[in-house]
Each structure stands twice: as C-alpha cells, then as structure tokens.
C-alpha cells in the first residue's frame, strides 16, 4: 500500500529570516518550505544537530505535524549556530 503525504508548500511564517547563501546571496526566507529548500541546496554551514532539528522542523511543519513559529525558531537557531543571519 502506497502513503499519500499531504503537505502545504504555501505555510507561511509571520515574519521573514534573511540569511547569506552558500554563494553569498542575501535570500529572504518567508515560510518552512523556502527553509527546507534553503537547507537542501544553498547551505554554507555546519550540518550539525541544529541543522538536522531546523530540516526536520520544517517537513515537519509542511505536513502540518508541527506549527510554523516552531520551525521557524528552529532554522534560526541553525542560522545563528552557523553565523549566517543578515
């Protein structure tokens, strides 16, 4: 038997992150979805515990399991464990 996974790639976060990219790029982060994409492919950090949590916290947050503000303040304590906050 095949499991469906629904997820809601528009879930939104009250209030933006801005991060600096691998390649240097300001990126504006607005939701769990861009922060998931954000982790996956322009990445400059560490992948320590903080990182896996925040990537975690944010499939977690796309398929409604957990509430937005909980991943958010998980990608940030990445960011800042990884010196990557505008």
Not at 44 to 58: E, M, Q, V
Not at 78 to 84: K, V
């Amino acid at each position: 038997m095949t499991e469906i996974i629904r997820i809601n790639l528009r879930t939104r976060w009250e209030y933006s992150v801005r991060v600096i990219a691998a390649d240097g790029r300001i990126d504006t982060i607005v939701g769990p979805g861009d922060a998931l994409a954000f982790l996956v492919t322009r990445w400059r950090g560490l992948k320590g515990p903080s990182y896996k949590i925040a990537r975690k916290s944010c499939q977690d947050a796309l398929r409604g399991h957990v509430g937005t503000a909980l991943s958010r303040a998980h990608f940030i304590t990445a960011c800042l464990d990884a010196d990557i906050l505008e």
